[in-house]
């Protein structure tokens, strides 16, 4: 078993930026993709950022690129996600996922929640 653990979100006016770290603890393996998805009120889980296990590959959902970065120090089995530029739209609970690819994630973290302020 694996157990992801986020944190870093907050309020954050329009414009702003917030850094979001997951840990991850218990039966970690090399070769994971690990990934951040979101949720916002009313509306269903999406696709935000996804890294491979090197960090030589990386996704991002068109709505997040140039604004948002994702990194993992395999170290410290931590995955972050840098996002600048924040919007409204943004507003979110964002969770944290480990799996084999990005289409495929057997865990899951708690969520953080992001508000960003127009």
């Known amino acids: 078993q694996v157990q992801l653990v986020e944190s870093g979100g907050g309020l954050v006016q329009a414009g702003g930026s917030l850094r979001l770290s997951c840990a991850a603890s218990?039966?970690?393996?090399?070769?994971?993709?690990m990934g951040w998805l979101r949720q916002a009120p009313g509306k269903e889980r999406e696709f935000v950022a996804s890294?491979?296990?090197?960090?030589?590959?990386?996704y991002y959902a068109d709505f997040v690129k140039g604004r948002f970065t994702i990194s993992r120090d395999n170290a410290k089995n931590t995955v972050y996600l840098q996002m600048n530029g924040l919007k409204s739209e943004d507003t979110a609970v964002y969770y944290c996922?480990?799996?084999?690819?990005?289409?495929?994630?057997?865990?899951w973290g708690q969520g953080t929640q992001v508000t960003v302020s127009s």
């Open positions: 218990g039966r970690t393996s090399s070769g994971n993709t």
């Open positions: 890294i491979s296990w090197t960090g030589a590959v990386k």
């Open positions: 996922a480990s799996g084999p690819t990005r289409i495929r994630w057997d865990y």
